[in-house]
């Protein structure tokens, strides 16, 4: 889609809206301070960012109060990517940051947290609560011998449980991770035997859909599998008592104790996260404390335009890098809405329902959930006031037109809609909402602050109404430092920098329209990314040719013009063995039970044998481009594939699978 297509935009901001924007604010502070352009509105103030990248982040620092313990000697020592050196010398603390507002007296006994679930809510925890909860585990943490630098894990729901326990270790100077509760154990230790944790939280259970999940079986396997473990904790949510051994995390949060925040150097180690492990174990992607910190304050408080009191409710898991997005919500002051449960439970239109309760002025979901609540004839507006909601936004995929037209119908015609995208690798967005911008169907706004975001052709040169590959060509501090077990960086150099040295290559098709908005066309590899939660294809081969009857099989992901999702598995079977309804329903079982119910595939194919280069490797992206429509000759080099006969296959299934729709 170029920008000819959509000249009229779905939703424009009134300039009172625009006028108390905190970018609007932000930029008239920054053009009397430091030489940001006060004129030309955001357009002018995102080229001033990039161009002058290390004035606008000292000036982030300075407009969200950013407390250096040490100062820094300069705001970029080293440049270079991969391996650029932010706010060198400076010492801060994450957890001290995001506690902030229960120093104010007048509003330490407003709640931080607001946790639903699917029996009840909203229960709220108050900032005061958060402060003397994390104050009581930090101390814990540090009593068996937790120390800055080791790492902290949690098999949790999205639950306060998990704030607290994320920000405690965050104050002792340690290294978070999480996993949702729906994560098998061999998903859970492919992660977290990476790192070695050495305290790991874990409840007993969770409940989803209406229904107890017990998982204490899962807990048992992950605290035998895990040797560096010196304490495990043990949350009740479905009321157990604690296994022998555990520790019980009410005693562990009972005492009144003042946080103590270890002042760390800027690029400490804030958490890690998990790439999908499309080529083997999954990415352990290390984020810092200073990075995340400035790069959240910036996201949250100017494009997210959320600040003291607002409420901000995304619909995520532990699993999904917009938890950790949705809890430095508390860094702006902002009450964050802690959803457990089914996103479709009792019905589809719940989270509508949620929203309301808590009176979200940002709504945050994934853009399957808005065609799911389409396509179920849902009115978000007729059943729900939502008058306090000033933004929904979405991630995961691409929202469609039809989502943007279907929100501005169901929910408000004054709905600011903000369709966001980034990732995982970077714990935010590179294009997305900017309260003070117009709002065209199909399209993302505008690349973010500080993101030099550019669509690149493959001889490496920038293009405008064309699709491009998303390239980011100047640092950004919530770029990793480093992932964990790569030494000599090389794992983390070949992950982004391997096509255009020295530039960020995402693995996202985009165009860049010639106002700045920007369109998102999917993936250009073969990340599967169902529901906003990305898996690797490489998880899904080692569960399934586990079973006798697979030779070999092959996963592909394929956004779907109408906003949906497919997910076929295609299996080469061992000889004798017949893919009938049993052999079926056992792969998706063991799917279901060792990675995730998440991604279950929609179908599975037998095929006579999977293509591979000719260096072995099963050929993912080029099936997913011919599954696209894209002809053989432009979606393979044939010099590169052991058996070409084999991609007529998937070339025909495109075909008919095309002549269906139409």
């Known amino acids: 889609m170029t920008s000819a297509a959509s000249p009229a935009p779905l939703w424009q901001p009134d300039p009172d809206r625009i006028a108390a924007a905190h970018v609007t604010r932000f930029q008239a502070w920054a053009a009397e ?50 391996g650029a050196d932010w706010f060198p010398g400076a010492t801060l603390n994450y957890a001290e940051h995001a506690l ?13 947290l607001l946790h639903v679930d699917e029996t009840q809510g909203p229960t709220p925890v108050s900032w005061a609560e958060l402060r003397r909860q994390v104050g009581s585990l930090a101390a814990e943490l540090r009593a068996v011998g937790v120390r800055p ?56 259970g969770y409940r989803y859909g209406g229904k107890e999940h017990d998982r204490a079986k899962t807990v048992a396997e992950l605290r035998a599998e895990l040797p560096t473990l010196r304490a495990v904790v043990h949350i009740p949510l479905l009321g157990t008592p604690a296994p022998e051994g555990a520790l019980d995390w009410s005693a562990l949060t009972s005492a009144d104790i003042e946080p103590v925040f270890e002042q760390v150097p800027f690029a400490h180690p804030l958490w890690v996260l998990y790439s999908s492990g499309t080529t083997g174990l999954p990415k352990a992607i290390v984020q810092s404390q200073g990075g995340i910190l400035l790069e959240h304050f910036k996201q949250i ?3 997210c335009d959320l600040g003291p009191g607002d409420r901000f409710f995304w619909y995520t898991s532990t699993g999904w890098m917009m938890w950790n997005f949705l809890v430095s919500g508390l860094l702006t002051g902002t009450t964050i809405v802690l959803y457990d449960g089914s996103p479709g439970y009792p019905d589809t239109g719940a989270q509508w329902g949620i ?5 979200a002025k940002l ?27 000033a933004c929904v936004a979405t991630t995961g995929s691409p929202l469609p037109p039809d989502g943007f037209r279907w929100l501005h119908d169901e929910v408000a015609d004054d709905l600011w809609i903000a369709s966001v995208s980034g990732g995982t690798d970077v714990c935010t967005c590179f294009a997305g909402a900017v309260p003070t911008l117009p709002v065209h169907i199909g399209e993302l706004q505008a690349a973010c602050l500080g993101t030099d975001l550019q669509a690149w052709d493959p001889q490496g040169q920038p293009v405008t109404d064309e699709v491009g590959e998303l390239v980011i060509t100047n ?21 982004y920098f391997d096509m255009y040295p020295g530039v960020w290559r995402h693995g996202d098709w985009i165009t860049l ?45 394929l956004e779907e013009p109408d906003g949906g999702y497919w997910m076929p598995l295609f299996v080469h079977l061992a000889e004798g063995a017949v893919l009938d309804d049993t052999l079926r329903a056992r792969i998706k079982s063991t799917i279901r039970q060792e990675l995730s119910p998440r991604h279950v595939p929609d179908t599975i194919i037998e095929v006579p044998a999977v293509p591979h280069t000719l260096t072995g490797k099963r050929i993912e992206v080029p099936v997913k481009r011919l599954l696209q429509g894209t002809e053989l000759a432009k979606a393979v080099n044939p010099g590169s594939v052991d058996n070409l006969e084999l991609l007529h296959f998937y070339e025909s299934l495109a075909r008919e699978r095309r002549a269906h729709r139409d």
């Open 475 to 495: 640092p950004m501090p919530s770029m990793p430092v480093r992932f964990w077990n790569d030494p000599d960086g090389s794992r983390y150099h070949d992950s």
């Open 149 to 204: 630098g080791d790492r902290v894990s949690g098999y949790l729901p999205n639950v306060p449980q998990a704030v607290v326990a994320f920000l405690a270790s965050a104050a002792v100077g340690a290294v978070w991770t999480s996993c949702a509760p729906d994560f098998g154990a061999r998903s859970v230790l492919d992660r977290f035997q990476q790192i070695e944790p050495v305290v790991l939280f874990a409840v007993d």
């Open 301 to 303: 408080g100017l494009h």
């Open 355 to 359: 929203a309301e309760r808590t009176g």
């Open 33 to 82: 301070r430091y030489g940001a352009p006060a004129e030309g509105g955001y357009a002018a103030l995102h080229h001033w960012s990039v161009m002058d990248l290390e004035t606008f982040w000292k000036a982030v620092a300075d407009w969200f109060d950013v407390r250096f313990s040490t100062p820094y000697e300069r705001v970029l020592g080293e440049r270079a990517m991969p």
């Open 100 to 112: 902030r507002t229960a120093d104010d007296p007048a509003r330490a006994d407003e709640p931080a």
């Open 363 to 389: 709504f945050g979901t994934s853009a399957a959930y808005v065609m799911a609540c389409r396509k179920a004839d849902v009115h978000p507006a007729r059943d729900h006031d939502l008058s306090k909601i």
């Open 513 to 557: 329209t010639d106002r700045g908005s920007v369109v998102i066309h999917g993936r250009s590899d073969s990340t599967l990314n169902r529901q906003g939660v990305r898996m690797g294809s490489a998880d899904i081969y080692e569960a399934v040719e586990r079973l006798p009857e697979i030779r070999e099989s092959l996963v592909i992901g």
